[in-house]
């Protein structure tokens, strides 16, 4: 496949992103730089971009003499990642009321487009809408050490896998944003917090299941 120019190291994330959500890559599979820039058509540097991007997000590790290998993500570590991110939105919601109260704008439509995305059954989409929409909130907070923490947890990677689960309903996924919305549009920070840490727990592996892993 080619890639087009624009947003080169972004295009080259979601690639690999994908190829290692879908199994293409498995854990412990080692990414070869010149190998998948010749693939892609692209340069080595923005695959090295990429890789680094991944790798701070702890999709994948690098380690001296063997390269940048897939990692495998533990259920405890999902489940940690999700009940800090509960933490972190309440947080934010606070001082990010204010911001959406009577604005039926952007935060709405970032809504309607993960709602979307789910009814039309593209997981890929609904992932990365769904950390549009919660990282639009985070950044209205307007605490930039919380939107680099809230970053750090590599969210559209994490919600990709637990769209997977057995049993998920991604339409009514979707669908549990707009009382966040509606909260947020009456400036209730308090109730929006709640919603949010809420959403993000419903999201986290149980206790069982992060102790199996």
């Known amino acids: 496949m080619s890639v087009h120019k624009d947003s080169v ?9 994908e190829r290692i959500l879908s199994g ?44 940048t290998r897939v990692r495998v993500v533990s259920p405890r570590e999902m489940r940690e990642a999700y009940l800090v991110r509960g933490v972190l939105e309440q947080t934010a919601a606070a001082t990010a009321a204010p911001v959406f109260r009577g604005n039926k704008g952007e935060l709405r439509e970032a809504c309607e487009a993960i709602v979307g995305a ?3 059954g593209d997981l890929a989409g609904q992932a990365a809408k769904n950390t549009a929409f919660h990282r639009l909130i985070v950044e ?13 947890l590599a969210f559209e990677t994490r919600t990709r896998v ?23 549009e009456k400036g209730d920070g308090k109730t929006a917090g709640k ?8 999201f986290a592996p149980s206790e069982d299941e992060a102790g199996a892993g």
Request: hydrophobic share 35%; no cysteine.
């Open 118 to 120: 789910a009814e039309a």
């Open 195 to 202: 919603l949010l840490r809420e959403h993000a727990e419903s």
């Open 24 to 67: 293409v890559y498995r854990p412990g599979d080692r990414l070869v730089e010149l190998q998948i820039a010749r693939e892609l058509g692209t340069s080595q540097g923005s695959i090295r971009e990429a890789l680094r991007e991944l790798e701070a997000s702890r999709v994948v590790e690098t380690e001296p003499h063997r390269g």
């Open 9 to 17: 190291r972004d295009q080259v994330r979601r690639t690999l992103t």
């Open 162 to 184: 637990r769209m997977n689960r057995p049993g998920a309903d991604l339409v009514r996924d979707a669908q549990t944003h707009r009382p966040i919305v509606d909260a947020f």
């Open 140 to 152: 209205a907070s307007g605490n930039g050490v919380l939107l680099r923490l809230w970053d750090s």
